[in-house]
């Protein structure tokens, strides 16, 4: 028996809480991992508390991520005793997940720890993190460099902002942080930000085109954020998408498509290839800073992480949430 936050649908309504599971329940994969430490993403919070349809099967064991070591392997690639990181893939939505003691996957979703990151840190590091990091290694493939001009980084309190900010701080970008929580400014200039700003000021409908301002955007928000992000790129600039804090929509124009020539990448964690996952880990064992990664990580127990998939959605969360699945 192993303790697991279950997320169950029937008759009685919706409901999620953490309780004792037996092995048998765990679906089948070539690799058994010993979870050492999940953590909670905003996609989370939305299945922890069923605001949004992101859980597809039921009886179903929470969490998107975990880090842990390998218990059992039927695949050669990973033996007893490997550390592992696992990022989306499903799990957590039709797959059981991370926020369990034990979970047992594909062997085909899992990624080696990189040297130099404990489990730990991985998720502090989490799917947030990891999608902060696409984001920046699609705008470096675009050709952006320091010293072009400001990187925005919208939602900027949030897992992806938070990261976002220190890697890109740490590559020396100047960077513009937008939130909602102004009075946070130091926290955000402590990893890094050169400027804080209002997110009102991007949170309205806006005109196609505006002020020339960012040679490069990383959003986690959409909506009318992610439009007027959009609307105020330089010439040749870019924009990566990877959110939708705001909103699914995007009431926006060609404008700065077909006259400024911006590229607008979108950037999907879930689904991506070994092939893009593994740069993205050694990258992030390399350039992030892991100091500032602890300034923005709080750590809580698994007996925590339904109320804290409240909070994330109400925007109570700042930085990085850890959880000891062990206590």
């Excluded at 919706?14 to 993403?41: F, H």
């Excluded at 990893?191 to 505006?210: C, F, H, M, T």
């Excluded at 990580?297 to 699945?325: F, H, N, Y």
């Amino acid at each position: 028996m192993f303790k697991a936050l279950v997320i169950e649908k029937d008759e009685a309504g919706y409901r999620a809480g953490v309780r004792a599971v037996d092995d048998a329940a765990l679906p089948a994969g070539e690799v058994l991992v010993r979870v050492e430490y999940s953590t909670i993403n905003y996609k989370d919070g939305l299945a922890i508390t069923g605001k949004s349809p992101v859980v597809r099967s039921f009886p179903l064991h929470a969490g998107i991520d975990f880090a842990g070591v390998v218990e059992a392997s039927e695949d050669a690639r990973f033996k007893v005793g490997d550390r592992v990181v696992l990022n989306g893939w499903g799990v957590g939505e039709s797959h059981s997940g991370g926020l369990a003691q034990k979970a047992r996957v594909k062997a085909d979703w899992l990624v080696p720890l990189p040297e130099g990151l404990t489990t730990r840190q991985a998720m502090a590091i989490g799917t947030a993190g990891y999608t902060a990091m696409l984001c920046v290694l699609a705008l470096e493939r675009h050709g952006l460099l320091p010293g072009m001009g400001d990187v925005l980084v919208t939602g900027a309190n949030g897992g992806v902002g938070s990261v976002a900010i220190t890697l890109l701080a740490g590559l020396g970008h100047r960077v513009v942080a937008s939130t909602g929580r102004t009075g946070e400014a130091a926290y955000l200039q402590g990893l890094g930000a050169a400027e804080v700003i209002d997110r009102a000021e991007l949170s309205a409908p806006g005109k196609p085109l505006g002020k020339e301002r960012w040679a490069a955007v990383v959003d986690s928000v959409g909506s009318h954020t992610l439009a007027n992000a959009c609307a105020q790129t330089r010439y040749g600039g870019a924009v990566a998408a990877c959110g939708l804090a705001q909103g699914l929509d995007f009431p926006a124009s060609v404008a700065p498509f077909i006259l400024r020539g911006i590229t607008l990448y979108g950037i999907d964690s879930v689904m991506a290839k070994p092939s893009v996952r593994m740069p993205a880990w050694e990258r992030l064992a390399r350039d992030l800073d892991l100091a500032r990664l602890d300034a923005i990580t709080t750590e809580i127990g698994l007996g925590d992480a339904v109320q804290a998939g409240t909070d994330i959605l109400a925007g109570r969360v700042r930085g990085r949430l850890v959880v000891d699945v062990n206590r």
